[in-house]
């Protein structure tokens, strides 16, 4: 080997630790400043929950077959099953589970945000407390209310006439103010279809309103698809499909 060759060797082994500090140097600073971050990703945790109607599946099924409101105002649905009612925040996914005296016949929101229900007897609900509760008995529709009071009724039958409605108007501390017993008028197949008296004098109808707020969707193949109810906005309805109720979210109204 010529004296030239064996100096190029010598001088490649003689860079070879200069270049092996020189990457060590870089690789310290690197990690210098990846471990602070990661230091401190680690001691924040993970990222707070946010409470949106993300927090919902699109589609969920209710129990029971009982009646279904949305709050007037807030993303807020109350719906009864049996003995039992319940509410659901639409945006926090917050539930609150209710057992009633009676079975639930109806409910429904006052433009107040007072949940009024019929368990037997008319009660009046806020923030989850109780506020009043009807003297009157044997209630099975609830037709409206507002800050006054509401509109409520009772059903029977009578010979030679037919089904008979015992209208009961209620002040806003349950009370009753006033009474009005007629026959179910001839076009009303259903009790659930009854839309009741004004419930103000020269008012329109109590329920007047909820035919239009709930369109019919049709049918869906061979199953039968309606909406119970649709939220304030129109982002939320009920549906009921094949005799299940059924809380969807929507895009638009």
Known sequence: MNAERLATIDRCRAARPAARRRWARIAAGALSLVLPLALSACLAGPPPATASAAAIADSRPLAGTGAVAFHPQRALLAWADGNRWHTLDLDSGRRSDHLAEAPVADLGFAADG?????????????????????????LSRWFGADAEGAAVARYSHSDGIGPLRQQLWLSSDCRTVREDTRPLPAHIREVGDDPGEP??????????????????????????????????????????????????????P
């Open 114 to 138: 007072d949940l009024w229900l019929i368990a037997d007897r008319a009660e009046r609900w806020r923030d989850g407390r109780r506020l009043c509760r009807s003297e009157a008995g044997d």
């Open 199 to 252: 419930l103000r004098t020269g008012a329109a109808p109590a329920s007047s309103g909820l035919a239009a707020q709930l369109p019919s969707l049709g049918a869906d193949g061979t199953a039968p698809r309606r909406t119970l109810a649709l939220s304030h906005d129109g982002r939320w309805r009920v549906l009921e499909e094949n005799g299940q109720r059924i809380l969807r979210r929507t895009d638009a």
